[in-house]
């Protein structure tokens, strides 16, 4: 079984710049939870999808927003980067057919915005 | 609002000795509580959670936590840490159902075992 998988790994942007990063979910999940994580702060919830659609937001601004394709794998864009979008950006599937909230995180894709 | 609390930010223990990391949240209406584990450039790792079967639930790597309702605490355990322990330990509830409950996390506890 295949796990999360996040690319890149890391990433180096300018303030202003528009960001995309990837996740492929685990064999047979459709749903994809994305997070950002500042250091020494806990993971925050972006959004999430089911089945290509937007299925609940965090208090982020309208410049996150994220796609999920066919196949279930998703991504998050990020535009207008700030200063202060530097994080862990993790994603985590699930599924509906596995018993409540088992979910999957990738190892994450770091940002940093100069 | 919902929140999660993790009293203490770094727990330092020796190694052999009890591991005790403290999770609180903030609301009266039973939710369903995780703990996580991430260990340096790693994502989170579920080590164990609690859905309204039994209250003392088991995980893995020998941590168990205890949900006590009347404290609204899930508070994670190990008899015995060892220096692969050392890690950040997460705290996260939910009230979602199914599986379309958004994760919320406490700050983090770093543990530290000393030999």
């Known amino acids: 079984e295949t796990g999360v998988t996040q690319s890149p790994t890391h990433l180096i942007k300018t303030r202003g710049q528009q960001v995309t990063l990837r996740c492929s979910s685990q064999?047979?999940?459709?749903?994809v939870s994305w997070y950002q994580q500042a250091l020494g702060q806990g993971p925050q919830f972006i959004f999430q999808y089911y089945r290509e659609e937007e299925n609940g937001r965090g208090n982020f601004p309208p410049r996150f927003s994220g796609l999920q394709f066919p196949n279930y794998s998703s991504e998050l864009n990020v535009n207008a980067l700030e200063l202060d979008d530097s994080a862990l950006y993790l994603c985590?599937?699930?599924?509906?057919?596995?018993?409540?909230?088992?979910?999957?995180f990738g190892p994450g894709t770091r940002l940093l915005v100069l | 609002a919902q929140s999660v609390t993790q009293l203490g930010s770094h727990v330092s223990v020796s190694e052999g000795a009890l591991v005790l990391l403290r999770c609180n949240y903030s609301s009266s209406v039973p939710p369903y509580l995780f703990w996580y584990v991430q260990y340096p450039n790693q994502g989170l790792q579920l080590l164990l959670k609690?859905?309204?079967?039994a209250t003392l639930v088991k995980g893995i790597n020998g941590f168990e936590a205890e949900f006590k309702k009347s404290e609204t605490s899930f508070h994670l355990t190990k008899p015995s840490a060892h220096m692969s322990d050392a890690a950040e330990y997460f705290c996260a509830v939910s009230w979602g159902s199914g599986n379309t409950g958004k994760l919320i996390f406490g700050q983090g506890t770093t543990l530290q075992v000393k030999p």
């Open positions: 609690y859905t309204s079967a």
């Open positions: 985590a599937s699930s599924s509906e057919n596995k018993p409540i909230m088992d979910q999957y």
């Open positions: 064999s047979g999940h459709n749903t």
